[in-house]
């Protein structure tokens, strides 16, 4: 067994499956209860094999190499610590020179883009200590302006190659961005790469808008906006920016939408006659189904995997507390028992947790809990932590930590599900409400 494959990588406490992972390679990473020791790994400027691909191949290795570090699972070497220099991408690996300064992988690819601007990458992992090649190489083609998107995916490969995890680098957030003083703010939604780069704005901040959630296939979005004076549901393009207002009866609230697994229906919640109750919606017909019939305040709706069960916030005993239905409707079981308020759930990609935003003894935290409620852990805490989204890989999660006082801000902020990585989202100014898309 090489050093490479006896390295624990990191702490993932309370996973039920821990990830351990032989790929076509001898590597193999453990990722069990322990110390955290994040991977070192060397990733040099990838080769450029025409002449227009110079600046690209140190670009992207910067990418591929923030993607990783980002994980707080990996350790990029400084490139000044290098002895070896990859001049070639067929050129063999000098396993001695990497091994001297510890890098335990090593990631060599090259550029070139062709007369008609098509960029080609191709790349490879090494497991250095074993002195193998981990896994084929692989190449993905694309456009000049597409480069970054390039990077992301070849990120999104070592770190499956390594972890035994799906990646989340190439994918967008859609968001409020906010400006403007705390009791006047002005918000809009705005998408970006998950990394805060290619900021674009969705809507002018003309109107109020909230919750914006994306689709299963990333190229819809769901959102409320007060245009109207009052809250509706309305339904984004992401590629062509268009939307329409969902057909709801006229005056009647609508809000905090999310869709189903299908793409084809969403939940959400309308206030009729002073109650608050979850209807299911097609949203191509607009014929919508009552799914929560209470005398309480029943929202913020969100579909398991399957599409089978609903898990919800309800105040029907007194206090916000979390509950699951069926997809129908129908009787449900209360899952949230400890002290405080739960609400904003949110069913994780695999299945196995839902997220939510806890508030307890003035403080408010983004949580983990098993479908059936048990096994509850806190992974934040402070002034204000609401609204989580998982990541496609259902191993990250991001959500709005605000600041206290007059100048107070709301800002991004993910943290994994171990409560390890805590780090702010960059983003140009004030940014609430993420919505985690899918792999591009």
Do not use: C
């Not at 990646?167 to 968001?175: E, I, L, P, S």
């Amino acid at each position: 067994m090489t050093r490479f494959m006896t390295l624990v990588l990191a702490v993932m406490a309370m996973i039920q499956a821990p990830a351990l992972l032989a790929q076509d390679g001898p590597l193999r990473i453990e990722i069990t209860e322990g110390v955290i020791e994040p991977l070192p790994f060397a990733a040099p400027d990838f080769v450029a094999e025409t002449p227009a691909a110079g600046q690209l191949g140190q670009d992207i290795a910067n990418v591929v190499a923030a993607d990783l570090s980002g994980t707080g699972l990996f350790r990029e070497i400084p490139p000044d610590a290098f002895i070896s220099r990859v001049t070639s991408f067929s050129s063999p690996v000098q396993f001695a020179d990497w091994k001297a300064i510890n890098a335990q992988a090593l990631i060599t690819g090259a550029v070139s883009v062709d007369a008609g601007g098509q960029v080609t990458v191709k790349f490879r992992v090494w497991d250095v200590f074993a002195g193998q090649e981990l896994g084929s190489g692989l190449q993905f083609t694309g456009t000049q302006d597409g480069w970054r998107r390039i990077a992301h995916k070849v990120a999104d490969q070592v770190y499956s190659r390594i972890t035994g995890e799906g990646g989340y680098f190439d994918t967008r957030v859609v968001f409020v961005s906010e400006t403007g003083p705390k009791d006047q703010r002005a918000k809009r939604l705005a998408i970006m790469d998950y990394d805060g780069a290619n900021l674009k704005y969705l809507t002018d901040s003309s109107s109020l808008v909230l919750a914006p959630r994306f689709s299963p296939t990333g190229d819809r979005v769901l959102y409320t906006s007060y245009e109207t004076g009052f809250p509706k549901v309305y339904v984004l393009d992401v590629a062509s920016v268009s939307r329409r207002a969902l057909q709801t009866q006229e005056g009647e609230m609508s809000f905090a939408p999310r869709f189903a697994p299908d793409g084809r229906s969403m939940v959400y919640s309308i206030i009729r006659g002073g109650n608050t109750d979850i209807y299911k919606m097609d949203i191509a017909s607009g014929q919508s189904t009552r799914l929560t019939d209470a005398p309480s305040i029943e929202t913020a709706p969100s579909f398991s995997p399957d599409g089978s069960q609903i898990v919800f916030e309800s105040d029907r005993s007194g206090s916000k507390q979390l509950y699951i239905m069926s997809a129908g409707g129908g009787e449900a079981r209360r899952i949230s028992n400890g002290d405080g308020q739960y609400g904003t759930p949110v069913w994780s990609p695999r299945g196995d947790l839902i997220a939510f935003t806890k508030q307890s003894k003035q403080r408010f935290h983004i949580g983990v809990m098993r479908t059936d409620g048990s096994e509850e852990r806190l992974l934040t805490a402070s002034f204000l932590d609401e609204g989580p989204t998982w990541a496609p890989n259902g191993r990250v999660i991001m959500f709005t930590r605000e600041s206290q006082g007059a100048q107070g801000e709301a800002r991004l902020w993910s943290v994994d599900i171990t409560g390890r990585n805590l780090k702010q989202v960059p983003t140009p100014g004030g940014a609430s409400d993420p919505s985690w898309s899918p792999l591009q």
